[in-house]
């Protein structure tokens, strides 16, 4: 069980993320969160948003390189430690985290963290095993139709 | 084949033919050509001295500086009133030079780019779509006249307007597309973003020319464009297009040599090399009237292909240019030209074919840094994996060419497109930035 992540090159240039983002409202595709990685000369936005299939369409039309990519969703309790369990469980079971990134779900008052791992099926296994919900795709968007 | 007669003549007939003519040729300039005069004056050599096709050895050569100082008509070797039309080289090196056709010439130019359509597999059925751009360049006039003598239906778009183009391919049932290979993967790009699949049109024949491009972008033109893609060469100096053409077999491009001798001397010396050593492409043009040029240093770099051809035509063939001499950048006292870093690109899967060059000079140091567009096909969501790419890229042009260079990813479509002939190198060593 994982859930859709846009990945989107940017160059380092005044503008363009605001440019991405702009797209993306234009098409009436709402975000529900953000990061930039970034290296001196690019970045990378990685963003969990409605149909995130059909984002990408509209952002290589505008000119910008977008991936899929898949990573877990985690729900965790907005309390103290919470992340470290997860991190725990993950660590022994020899499974590294690529990036991470979390954010909050306002209907819950839970935390949802998004890991990227390289092994997916068997983190989720682990995570699962340890006591922990996955989250599904349609709790925190609204996915492409199929 | 177009003129089978003159095509598949016998070695002996055409080396008859050619004799012929450039004794004829060289008396022409000899008369009528000041510059020629004064040259062949000067190398101690009279046109009667010809005997034999070797003796045209003893001719000296024509450089473009020849003709950018007779500019404009300086090397005509008829009165401005037999000239019917003049074109002129695109001049980004330096100043223009200018070329005139008489009626003959132009005819002669429309016969032969007929053939050049022909050996690619077009016939008087085919729809061709002529992007060359039209005006002073040759390409756009010597395409469309050599499917106009084909008897193929013609259509005179131009280069630009690039969505027009696409549309055009598609609702008028295009068979052959006639442009700059680089012009070629624009319109491709821009069909996709417009929804359209080449592939799924009817086009399955390009004529693509008037600059260098690699077997890789070959490749990559026919798996977007669902095309057999035909490499046709020509310079304004010697005619314009169709001064050579792939046939079908696309195994060196056939020189029409009962119009030009081609020689390949070697890019130092001068002397000439042997058949199958790359060398400069030196042509003379036997049947030209408006302005014939003799032993003309194309400054092209290419090869005889040695054995025959299946397809029966019995000229030469020479290999795809695959670079110009003055293409050649000097990088830190190494040679490089920019279609060797175009190969190494093409290699490497996650990089577009579109990439720019940049020189600048730090203190002493040209400093290159090589931008390449990140592919929309590749997964790019890790940093470390993007950095991997930058590596290999770096890597593989270090390893290939011996220059280290500083690799820059740039966003799909940031790299400016050619309608005409790309521009691969931006040198800025001179102008201190």
């Known amino acids: ?146 | 084949m177009f003129q089978p007669e003159l095509e598949t003549m016998s070695r002996g007939a055409l080396e008859q033919l050619q004799l012929a003519r450039l004794r004829t040729q060289l008396a022409r300039v000899y008369v009528n050509v000041p510059l020629y005069r004064r040259k062949f004056d000067e190398a101690g050599f009279r046109p009667e001295q010809l005997e034999t096709l070797d003796d045209l050895r003893k001719v000296p050569f024509t450089v473009k500086d020849d003709l950018r100082s007779a500019y404009p008509f300086g090397m005509f070797a008829v009165p401005l009133r037999d000239i019917v039309r003049v074109h002129s080289s695109s001049g980004t090196t330096g100043q223009i030079s200018v070329v005139g056709y008489t009626k003959g010439d132009v005819e002669r130019w429309s016969d032969l780019m007929a053939r050049t359509l022909a050996c690619a597999g077009a016939t008087a059925d085919d729809v061709v779509q002529v992007a060359y751009g039209y005006g002073l360049f040759t390409g756009g006039l010597g395409a469309h006249y050599g499917a106009e003598r084909l008897g193929a239906m013609t259509i005179p778009v131009s280069g630009g307007n690039t969505a027009r183009q696409v549309q055009i391919l598609k609702d008028f049932g295009v068979t052959v597309l006639a442009c700059t290979p680089s012009y070629a993967l624009l319109i491709a790009e821009t069909a996709a973003s417009m929804g359209i699949d080449v592939r799924d049109l009817p086009v399955k024949i390009g004529v693509f020319g008037a600059e260098p491009w690699s077997e890789a972008m070959r490749e990559q033109i026919e798996e977007t464009m669902g095309l057999r893609a035909i490499d046709i060469y020509g310079l304004s100096e010697v005619m314009g297009p169709g001064v050579a053409a792939e046939c079908v077999h696309r195994n060196g491009l056939h020189v029409f040599e009962d119009h030009f001798i081609i020689e390949i001397v070697d890019p130092v010396t001068f002397e000439p090399v042997p058949d199958g050593e790359r060398g400069e492409v030196v042509f003379t043009t036997l049947t030209k009237e408006g302005i014939p040029v003799i032993r003309y240093r194309t400054r092209d770099i290419s090869r005889i292909v040695t054995g025959e051809c299946e397809c029966g035509r019995t000229f030469r063939r020479m290999e795809r240019v695959t670079g110009r001499t003055d293409d050649m950048l000097i990088i830190r006292g190494v040679n490089v030209y920019p279609m060797q870093i175009e190969q190494v690109l093409m290699g490497i899967p996650g990089v577009a074919p579109h990439y720019q060059v940049v020189l600048t000079k730090r203190g002493s140091m040209d400093d290159v840094e090589v931008q390449v567009e990140v592919s929309p096909d590749v997964a790019f969501d890790e940093i470390r994996e993007l950095e991997s790419l930058q590596r290999r890229v770096a890597g593989e042009i270090a390893g290939k060419l011996a220059v280290n260079v500083k690799v820059k990813l740039v966003e799909p479509r940031a790299i400016q497109r050619s309608e005409g002939k790309a521009k691969r190198v931006v040198d800025l060593r001179n102008e201190g930035v």
């Open chain 1, 1 to 146: 069980m994982s859930i859709e992540q846009l990945s989107v090159f940017l160059q380092n240039e005044p503008g363009r993320l605001a440019r991405m983002c702009r797209a993306l409202g234009e098409a009436g595709l709402n975000m529900h969160a953000l990061v930039v990685a970034d290296t001196s000369e690019y970045g990378v936005a990685r963003i969990i948003c409605d149909r995130p299939h059909s984002a990408k369409v509209v952002l290589e039309r505008e000119g910008f390189a977008g991936s899929v990519t898949r990573v877990l969703a985690v729900e965790v309790p907005d309390s103290p430690g919470g992340l470290a369990d997860v991190l725990e469980a993950l660590d022994a079971a020899g499974i590294n985290v690529e990036y991470l990134y979390c954010f909050l779900r306002a209907d819950t008052e839970s935390a949802v963290d998004i890991l990227r791992v390289e092994d997916i099926e068997r983190a989720v296994e682990v995570l699962k095993s340890s006591g922990f919900s996955l989250v599904h795709a349609s709790q925190v968007y609204a996915p492409d139709a199929v």
